[in-house]
């Protein structure tokens, strides 16, 4: 009887994965300010395609990053250095694919990044969840393989993002 449950399983999963619209991503991200500052990450992502028409499809995904490197800002005579910790987002993006292999997206996000600061006086931390709203482009290399760019804005905070995708 447990071999026939697993068999069962085993088969019911194997008819999941095969039918299944996942799709992964790795992108590096430039997050800019009304303040000057700059600071990169590098971002992975995963979320699940639901197609309603050839052309048209709404894909959830979550998205998480990590800061790669600082920027320097100088406030009150001091120099202090800024990068992220961390961000995390969710997003519901609407993409519509073109015959010619290009497609373009928009999407709501609800997003959180969390920041250091550390100058010669001493260090903090913040964080900040907003929404924010974004769009991009992309070309589909094949039907697995994409590359794009997207550009999001966050309460006043800018995201310019390169990225590849993965459908699997």
Known sequence: MVKKILLAALIAGASFSSSANWVGGLSYTNYSDESDISVNSVNASI???????????????????????DDSVRIFGENVDVEIDTFFAFSVRGQ???????????????????LSANS?????????????????????????????ISFEEFDGTDLISFGIRYAF
Do not use: C, H, W
């Open 47 to 69: 979320g699940y395609e639901y197609a309603s028409s050839e052309q048209f499809s709404l894909i959830p995904e979550l998205r998480l990053g990590f800061g790669l490197g």
């Open 96 to 114: 519509y694919k073109f015959e010619n292999n290009m497609y373009v997206f928009a999407a709501p996000s609800y997003g959180k990044l969390e």
């Open 120 to 148: 010669s006086v001493g260090s903090a931390s913040d964080s900040s969840t907003e929404f924010g709203i974004g769009a991009g482009a992309g070309y589909m290399f094949n039907e697995k393989t994409s590359a794009e």
